[in-house]
Structure formats: structure tokens, C-alpha cells
């Protein structure tokens, strides 16, 4: 594949938003490549998803250090792939890694400790084969590492330069006000916070984004399909090319209960009076609220992808939708 951009992906078929307060636009829409990206995924598919996503205007992409099974292999994949098509457009791209998850044996390869952050950044930077990200996130809370410690941490790799920006992910709200106020301190301030956002799990909303808004922070949502159950995937059961049927994925068939199917059809006719699929909303509905300035899209297929792009040409709910919405989930 000798791949050339699409010339005409910044025509407006993208929206760009300002990430909180800082000078940074993110694409409405980013690509996650937490699953589908790894070793045990089809290579050929992930390359032109990446290709398709640039194609579209998409110009952020979200791994970790966890990401891909075996774990590191969506960052190793990722480098080859960024290396073939992506060098040349490397100022056009916001790449953005985490570390916070096991990763490696022994004391120092889970949680937060300073130690952890930095020997994971510059592990995934020689996976991927960048001299920086643009965000690197501090993946999760860690009860046992003071909060000073891993901010001081995130601090010192933007000094170093291996990171553009930071963000914090996972982070409960009273820890995530702690975090946002050292990192402001440090004069590195958080650029983004990243959390699961969708119909069915809103945590968020219950203080999360109004500890943003207070400090103008961004928000990113993820698994706003709650791994493709907010589809029409399991309308008809489980298929077997799908997360629910993956042994190494973290959504159990025993999970898609009858009563969620009974939900998901609901969901699925309100979606179609909407003239959108289920994806489509259900990707629409987490940017419905100005607080959140991306949301990430996980995708097995192009066709997928390119479905799930277009939910952007409608992210307005009125009240009626959004009560049938909450009827149909909360009863
Ligand atoms: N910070 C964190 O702790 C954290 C945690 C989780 C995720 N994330 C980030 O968020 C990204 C997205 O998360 P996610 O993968 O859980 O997202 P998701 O959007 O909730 O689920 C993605 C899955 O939904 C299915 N799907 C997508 N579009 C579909 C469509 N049009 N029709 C039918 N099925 C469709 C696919 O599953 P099949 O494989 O079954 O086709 C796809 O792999 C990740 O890649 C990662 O970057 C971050």
C-alpha cells in the first residue's frame, strides 16, 4: 500500500474544537486503538482504518502503553504503520499515550510512581518510534503514590520534552481537582481528562464536568458504544467476529442479557426516527454537551469507521429524545 493522503480531508468534513482552555483543536471525532490495533488483529485492516481516519480529518490518535494484545503490540503496530504512511505528517498529528496499568513484573511496572511514568513513556516512545507524544496521560488514580509524585512526574517529561501535553485519566473527582490544581501549580497545565462517557454509564456528569469547566479543561469520552453494545451488533445475538466472542476482550457474552437487548431495540428505533444508526447516536449523544471536546471512536472494520464519522452531521438531541433516551435506559 503506498498510501497519499486525501487532499481534501481538512475541507470541513471534520469539526475542530478548542480542548478546554488551551490553544489546542481537537478533532470532534479521534481514533482509539486500544483494541483491533495488536498483534492477534488483522494488520492490513488497521492499516487502512489509520489511512481512513486521516482520510476523514481525523487527527488524533489515542494508545497506551497496555493497549493491543499481547499488550504493547497496538504502540508496535502502530510505529510501523505511522513510519510507512505517517512520517512526512507528523506536525499534523496528535498522538497521545498512557501509563498507569501493568505493564510490566516487579514494583515498578503498575500504578503512578514517578519511576513507572518515565521508564513507560520512553518505553513507548521506542515502540512507536517518536522522539515525543503529543499527550501523555497519567492512566489511572494511584492510592498509594502521593498525587505530587506523579504530577511532579508529568511535569518533568513536558520539561523533558517527551510529551507536548499531559492529561489525566480515570481519576476520581476529588482526586482529579487535586491533580488539575498541581498541575496548574507546576505550570504544566492539564490539558485533558479522559473517561468513559455514554447513554448507559454518565459518572461524569456527577462532577467530573464541573470540575472542568470550573478550571476549562477538556474532556475526551471513551467506550462510548460500551464496546459495541450500543449498536446493532447484538440485535440478533452474539456474532462471532465480535468483542463479546473474543476471549481476550474485557465484554462477556453473559453481559448482553435479554433485558439489555430489550433496551438496545428501544434505543435502535429511536436512533432510526433520528435518521442515524445506533452507533451514530450513541457516539453523537456523549458531544451533545459543549464540556466534552472529542470523543473516541474503537473500531474492528473501515466500514465501521467510516459509519461511525458521519455521527458528527448530528449531535443535537432535543428534549423529547433525550426523555425517551432516559426512559428506555433508567425506566
Ligand atoms: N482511558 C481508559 O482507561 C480507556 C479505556 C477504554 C478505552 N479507551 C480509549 O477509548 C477507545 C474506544 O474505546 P472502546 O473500544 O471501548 O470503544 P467503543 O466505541 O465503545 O467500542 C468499540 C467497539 O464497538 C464495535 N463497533 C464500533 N462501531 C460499530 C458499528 N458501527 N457497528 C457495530 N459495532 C461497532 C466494535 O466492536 P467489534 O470488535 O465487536 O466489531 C468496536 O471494536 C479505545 O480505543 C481507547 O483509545 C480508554
Redesign the pocket.
Known amino acids: 500500500m503506498n498510501y497519499q493522503p486525501n487532499e481534501n480531508r481538512y475541507d470541513g468534513r471534520m469539526e475542530y474544537r478548542y480542548c478546554g482552555k488551551s490553544g489546542l483543536q481537537l478533532p470532534r471525532l479521534s481514533?482509539?486503538?486500544?483494541?483491533?490495533f495488536g498483534d492477534i488483529s488483522s494488520q492490513s485492516e488497521a492499516e487502512k482504518m489509520l489511512c481512513m481516519a486521516f482520510d476523514e480529518g481525523v487527527t488524533h490518535f489515542?494508545?497506551?502503553n497496555n493497549?493491543g494484545y499481547p499488550a504493547g503490540t497496538a504502540e508496535s503496530n502502530f510505529g510501523k504503520l505511522f513510519k510507512k504512511n505517517f512520517a512526512a505528517h507528523r506536525d499534523e498529528m496528535l498522538i497521545s499515550t498512557?501509563a498507569g496499568y501493568m505493564m510490566w513484573a516487579g514494583p515498578y511496572g503498575d500504578w503512578s510512581s514517578r519511576k513507572y511514568l518515565i521508564s513507560s513513556l520512553d518505553q513507548s516512545l521506542k515502540r512507536m518510534g517518536l522522539d515525543y507524544v503529543d499527550i501523555f496521560?497519567s492512566?489511572?488514580y494511584d492510592p498509594n503514590t502521593p498525587i505530587e509524585e506523579t504530577m511532579q512526574a508529568l511535569t518533568d517529561i513536558v520539561r523533558q520534552g517527551k510529551a507536548l501535553y499531559v492529561g489525566i485519566?480515570?481519576y476520581p473527582e476529588e482526586a482529579a481537582r487535586k491533580a488539575l490544581w498541581i498541575l496548574a501549580e507546576n505550570k504544566t497545565p492539564c490539558l485533558i481528562y479522559?473517561?468513559?462517557y455514554?447513554m448507559m454509564y454518565r459518572d461524569a456528569e456527577n462532577g467530573i464536568f464541573d470540575a472542568l469547566r470550573e478550571s476549562r479543561v477538556g474532556y475526551i469520552s471513551?467506550?462510548?458504544?460500551?464496546?459495541?453494545v450500543?449498536?446493532?451488533?447484538y440485535l440478533k445475538g452474539i456474532?462471532k467476529?465480535?468483542?463479546?466472542a473474543?476471549p481476550h476482550s474485557e465484554l462477556h457474552a453473559e453481559s448482553i442479557t435479554d433485558e439489555l437487548v430489550g433496551k438496545i431495540k428501544a434505543l435502535n428505533e429511536v436512533a432510526k426516527k433520528r435518521g442515524q444508526?445506533l452507533?451514530q447516536m450513541a457516539?453523537a449523544w456523549t458531544l451533545r454537551d459543549d464540556v466534552v471536546t472529542s470523543s473516541?471512536?474503537?473500531?474492528?472494520?473501515c466500514?465501521?469507521?467510516k459509519?461511525?464519522l458521519d455521527a458528527i452531521k448530528n449531535t443535537h438531541f432535543d428534549a423529547e429524545e433525550c426523555q425517551a433516551i432516559d426512559r428506555i435506559i433508567f425506566g
Not at 481514533?31 to 483491533?36: A, D, F, S, T, V
Not at 467476529?241 to 463479546?244: G, K, M, V
Not at 473516541?296 to 472494520?301: E, R
Request: with cysteine; hydrophobic share 30%; charged share 20%.
Open positions: 481514533l482509539g486503538l486500544w483494541q483491533n489515542d494508545l497506551a493497549y498512557k496521560y492512566h489511572r485519566s480515570n479522559q473517561g468513559r455514554n471513551f467506550s462510548c458504544l460500551a464496546q459495541g450500543l449498536s446493532d451488533k456474532p467476529n465480535s468483542r463479546a473474543d444508526t452507533a457516539l473516541l471512536v474503537g473500531v474492528s472494520t466500514k465501521q469507521l459509519s461511525n
